[in-house]
C-alpha cells in the first residue's frame, strides 16, 4: 500500500492527466482487453474508479478481481505515471448495460520524468510543408 503523501502526490497529478490505458493481466480466456479510460473518482482510500464498455454482452464468466495495468500519459505534460494494482468489477453484470464499473486498487506506483523535446514549430512546420504533397506555402515569381 502506498502511503498517504505519495497517495496525495499520485492522486493529484493522475487528476491532471485524465486518461490512461488498461492493460488486463489476466490469464483466463475471456478478459477486457487494452484500451484507453478516463477516472472517473479516486476515493479516499486511494482506489480509481472507472468505466469501460463491455467486450461482450454477457461478462458474468469474466474474472472479478484480476491483476492490471494503468499507464498514464499526455503529450501537454512532462511526466507519466504507471500504476500497478488489482481491478475488481463493481457494477456491469447486467445484461442491458453497455458499461461495467471498475475499481483499481493500487499496489505499486511509478512516477517518471519524460523530457519535452523543444522544437521551433513555425519553422518545422514550414520545412515539413516543403517536403509534403500538400501544398500551404506556394512561392510567388517576380516580375
Request: proline share 3%; aromatic share 20%.
Amino acid at each position: 500500500m502506498i502511503s498517504s503523501y505519495y497517495l496525495h502526490f499520485i492522486n493529484n497529478h493522475i487528476e491532471k492527466l485524465q486518461t490512461a490505458i488498461f492493460y488486463n493481466f489476466s490469464q483466463s480466456i475471456l478478459k477486457f482487453p487494452a484500451c484507453i479510460i478516463h477516472v472517473d473518482r479516486i476515493d479516499k482510500e486511494g482506489h480509481l474508479l472507472f468505466s469501460m464498455q463491455k467486450p461482450y454482452r454477457d461478462i458474468s464468466d469474466f474474472d472479478n478481481s484480476f491483476a492490471g495495468q494503468l499507464h498514464f500519459y499526455n503529450k501537454r505534460f512532462d511526466y507519466y505515471i504507471i500504476l500497478y494494482g488489482n481491478a475488481t468489477i463493481i457494477d456491469g453484470k447486467d445484461l442491458w448495460m453497455k458499461e461495467a464499473l471498475l475499481r483499481f486498487r493500487i499496489i505499486n506506483a511509478s512516477y517518471h520524468y519524460s523530457k519535452k523535446a523543444k522544437t521551433f514549430t513555425p519553422m518545422r512546420d514550414f520545412f515539413t510543408s516543403l517536403f509534403s504533397y500538400e501544398k500551404r506555402y506556394y512561392f510567388l515569381p517576380f516580375n
